[in-house]
Each structure stands twice: as C-alpha cells, then as structure tokens.
C-alpha cells in the first residue's frame, strides 16, 4: 500500500511540475528568457551502502532454499499389492552453500538535464554490475520419503540479483549561476526495478490457493518500487567541465516479487520474516558537461 501511494503521489507531483515547466516556458508572458536556458550531461559512480534491512532482504529471497514438487509411490492401505501415487514438497541442502551478498554495490549514474540560472533539473538513470553468487554444484538431488529412497535431480544456477531505475531531480546552486565552486541540494522522485535469479526450479504455491503451484524457470524475475532521492553536491566549475562529489540518502520500498502469474508474499510468509526495504546512503563523484544556450551561442557568434 505504501508503495502504491508513493508512486501515485509521485506521478501527480511530476504531471503537476512538466506543467508548471511547460507554462513558465511561454516567453511572451515572461517567465523566464528560454534562450538562457542550457542542457547538460554527466556520468557519475557512487558506493552504495545498504541498509541492514536491505541486506537482510536481498540475501533472504535471492538465497531462498526452497522446495519441489515430487510424485512418488507408496503401497496402497487396504491393497499391498497396489500402488498409490502421492505428491509432496521435499528439499535438498545443496543451495546452502551459496556465497551471501555483500552489505554495499557500485553504482553508476547518467544524469541528463537543464539549467536555468541557479535552478537545475535532471533525469538521473542509475544502474549496479550484476551481483553474482556461484552455483557450489551443477545440480543436487531431492531425495522423497518412500522406502527405497526415491530421488530426483535438479540443476543448480548461479544466483545473481541487480537494480535499475531512473530518478526526477531538481536542485538549487546556492551560491549562484556562475559561482566557481557551488554547493547543490536535490531532491527528486523516480522508480526502481530489482532483478533476481534464484538457484533452482522452486515450486511456489500461491497464497489461498493451494492448486495454483506455479515452478521458477531460468531466468530473472523482477519487483518494483516508487523512489524519492535526497542528494548534496560540491561542484567546482571549470568552464563548460564541472566535477563534483555528493552524497545523499536514496527511500526505497519495494513490492514483493512478482511470480509468473501471482506475487510471492515474502513479507507475510512464515518463511520469510523481512520487510521489502531498498533504502541505501551513497557517496560518489561526477563530472558534468555543460551544453551552451542559445543565448551563449549568439554571444559566440557576436564575437
């Protein structure tokens, strides 16, 4: 619920805000001279520190050992000589021997943007390296509980989890336009996409519905979350370069993960005992290149 809320919150927030943009773009009513506006584009990396929350969550679902659906036979009650055909959830031990993820990742950001005067207002798309922990085997068996031991082989992948999303910011150079060193608070709205493949071909069953089991296929399954950024910048101006370093605090609370036809409760579940929390604080360093405006352009051309 309260990521529905944040993302309805934020899409009125951004519609309200494109347009205010679009009306104060109007240059015969004079809100501002768009001739003076001028884009940028900037590459950064950040380390990102997670949140014992997150961490927990991460290698909570990404490292779930789960269970597999397996048929097996047992002698008939009332008729040894018959046969009956059961069907049950078994588990091996082998995924246990999965690395855990690290409390940190890298990431990496391309910010296009505009600036008018002191205001500026950029799309931050961000990204992290895929995250891999090695399968211990290439496969493991599940063993049923009929007499003789009836087993099953299943393969075992590599267990790999990443994030991607894009974020709306707007900020404010405090010391003014053209300040050779300026300091930058932002703060903006967005969206994130966490990705997980998980080690083998569980079976889910969904919940309040026992004979809806659906099995976890090759390949990576996703949950998303509406975002809000917080970021401060020292930027030091060289001309149409500017470097800078920033740091800042990323509220993130993501769904649960979506399973083929039904979500998987990883919160609500007995098994899972952990909240659906993406927040992370980050320190990183940018270098921005500033485009010229027209304005700038024509001082250009004068000359």
Do not use: C
């Not at 399968?135 to 393969?155: C, D, V």
């Not at 649960?256 to 604080?281: L, P, Q």
């Amino acid at each position: 619920m309260k990521t529905k809320i944040a993302s309805f919150l934020s899409i009125v927030a951004l519609s309200l805000l494109t347009f205010a943009t679009s009306s104060f773009a109007n240059e015969e009513e004079g809100f501002y001279e768009k001739d003076h506006v001028r884009g940028f584009i900037s590459v950064g990396a950040d380390y990102r520190g997670m949140r014992s929350e997150y961490q927990r969550y991460v290698n909570t679902v990404a490292l779930y050992n789960g269970s597999h659906q397996i048929s097996y036979t047992v002698e008939n009650a009332e008729d040894p000589t018959k046969l009956d055909t059961l069907t049950d959830f078994f588990k091996g031990s082998a995924p246990n021997n999965y690395k855990k993820f690290d409390d940190w990742y890298l990431g990496l950001h391309i910010n296009v943007g505009a600036q008018y005067k002191q205001f500026l207002t950029w799309i931050d798309f961000n990204f992290m390296p895929t995250q891999v922990s090695e399968r211990p085997a290439s496969s493991y068996k599940t063993n049923g509980p009929s007499n003789p031991i009836e087993s099953t082989t299943f393969p075992l992948y590599d267990v790999e989890w990443f994030t991607y999303g894009a974020d709306w910011m707007f900020g404010w150079k405090l010391f003014g336009e053209n300040a050779p060193i300026n300091l930058i608070p932002a703060v903006g709205f967005g969206f994130s996409l966490m990705n997980m493949h998980f080690s083998s071909n569980y079976d889910f069953v969904e919940v309040g519905n026992d004979e809806n089991v659906q099995t976890l296929r090759d390949r990576f399954y996703s949950t998303f979350a509406s975002t809000v950024n917080a970021e401060l910048e020292l930027r030091i101006e060289l001309g149409r370069l500017a470097l800078g370093g920033y740091l800042g605090y990323r509220f993130v609370r993501y769904n649960d993960m979506n399973h083929e036809e039904f979500t998987i409760n990883y919160g609500a579940s007995k098994t899972h005992h952990t909240d659906n929390v993406g927040d992370t604080y980050f320190l990183g360093i940018r270098a921005t290149w500033y485009f010229l405006s027209r304005w700038e352009k024509k001082q250009q051309d004068k000359l």
